[in-house]
């Protein structure tokens, strides 16, 4: 994907994650992007404390496309993926992520909330674990902003 499909992509992913919260979720949104960095192949909502946006999505991709085409597909999410999300993107064999804001950002801004204990362990750090070379890319400036002022209003409203 282009800087500018990236960009697009996560402003996507931020209006999942908008109809998240509108619907009574955590605000966080995933889009799982075709090789040709534009196609949404899928769009996955925050359920719940457990059922993660990029969880939810991993799970749905892996039984619905064969591993060669996921290895070259990206998962786009507006919040960098906790260790169980980041997991399973691993085990679902998506080669690419994207994402806006950072977990260490997320947790500044929720600090110990109960419905959020953010883990402050990055994403490339449980990638970097595993055997197969995952590409990263994020935080993105260009969207960082957006994320954050959703997640502050609702964080504060909690």
């Known amino acids: 994907m282009t800087h500018d499909q ?17 619907a009574g979720h955590h605000p966080f949104g995933a889009l799982l992007v075709a090789p040709d960095g534009e196609t949404v192949l899928l769009a ?42 980041a997991g399973t ?13 950072s977990e260490h950002r997320l947790r500044e801004l929720t600090g110990d909330h109960p419905e959020n204990p953010t883990l ?17 890319y994020g935080p993105f400036a260009e969207v960082e902003d957006e994320i954050a002022a959703l997640h502050r209003g609702f964080w504060s409203s909690r």
Not at 10 to 19: E, G, I
Not at 45 to 65: P, Q, T
């Open 6 to 22: 990236m960009v697009a992509a996560l402003r996507a992913a931020h209006a999942v994650s908008r109809d998240a919260m509108a």
């Open 44 to 85: 996955q909502g925050n359920v719940d404390s457990v059922d993660h946006a990029e969880s939810v999505l991993a799970r749905a991709a892996a039984r619905r496309f064969d591993a060669e085409l996921l290895w070259n597909c990206t998962l786009v999410t507006t919040v960098e993926p906790c260790a169980m999300c």
């Open 89 to 101: 993107q691993y085990w679902a064999h998506i080669g690419r992520l994207v994402y806006g804001m």
């Open 120 to 136: 402050d362990l990055p994403c490339r750090e449980v990638f970097a674990r595993g055997q197969k070379p995952l590409q990263v």
